[in-house]
Nanobody, 120 residues
Framework: QVQLVESGGGLVQAGGSLRLSCAAS????????MEWYRQTPGKQRELVAQ???????NYADSVKGRFTISGDNAKKTMYLQMNSLKPEDTAVYYC??????????????WGQGTQVTVSS
């Protein structure tokens, strides 16, 4: 079992910043891919940012230059630093991770989601 617990969401004015955290727990051997998604009603979840254990990153064009994904291997925690926030960034943000359990089995897990609301 792997649990991802998110925190850091909230209400912020346009132009402000937030940092989302996603802490993983469980018998994790390694985390190979960490991702942040966001979703608004009626839409599919959108991949916002991705980082691999090798350090490669990918960002949606809409957030490139404003958002930064990072991870702390010791804490098994991923972060999404969001700067210059815009109202269109308003969404429920979900973290997602894939890796290996200590028993050698692969896992994939979603966080519970955290609301980010950006006001004008």
């Amino acid at each position: 079992q792997v649990q991802l617990v998110e925190s850091g969401g909230g209400l912020v004015q346009a132009g402000g910043s937030l940092r989302l955290s996603c802490a993983a727990s469980g018998m994790i051997f390694s985390i190979n891919v960490m991702e942040w998604y966001r979703q608004t009603p009626g839409k599919q979840r959108e991949l916002v940012a991705q980082v691999t254990s090798g350090g490669s990153t990918n960002y949606a064009d809409s957030v490139k230059g404003r958002f930064t994904i990072s991870g702390d291997n010791a804490k098994k925690t991923m972060y999404l630093q969001m700067n210059s926030l815009k109202p269109e960034d308003t969404a429920v943000y979900y973290c997602y991770a894939w890796g290996l359990l200590q028993g050698g089995t692969g896992f994939s897990s979603w966080g519970q989601g955290t609301q980010v609301t950006v006001s004008s």
